[in-house]
C-alpha cells in the first residue's frame, strides 16, 4: 500500500486480505471509465478506447446524440440509433457494465393475486 498503487491493482495473501477487508478502501472499488465524445468523433477514437480497455473498461458514447435518442419514440429511437451505428443507448450500456463491474443482478418477482 506504500506503493502508491490502488488496492484493486495489488494482490494480498489471504490474511493481507482479511486485514483489509472492513476497510471501504476507494481504491478498492471497481473503476468504468464513460467516454462522451463529440458526435463528429464518435467511434473515430478506437486507439484511445483500446488504450484505456487495457486497463479499464470503457464505454464510449455521444452526449448529443443520447439527448436526441432521449425526444425520440421507441420506432424512431431504434432507426436512429441504426442510422448512427449506436448499437444499444448509452443508458442501457452503462447499466450493463455497472452490473457487471458490481457483479450485481436483478431477480424480478410477480405475485399472483386471486
Known sequence: MNRNQ??????????EEKAVRGFQFLTKKPIMVILNSDETRFAKKRSLTSEIEKTQRVIEFAGKF??????????????????MG???SAYRRVTSLA??????????????TR
Open 6 to 15: 490502488p488496492i484493486r491493482d495489488l494482490e494480498f495473501s489471504a490474511e
Open 66 to 83: 443520447e439527448m436526441e435518442l432521449s425526444q425520440l419514440d421507441e420506432e424512431e429511437a431504434m432507426l436512429f440509433m441504426e442510422d
Open 86 to 88: 449506436i448499437p444499444e
Open 99 to 112: 452490473y457487471e463491474i458490481l457483479g450485481y443482478i436483478s431477480f424480478f418477482t410477480v405475485g399472483l
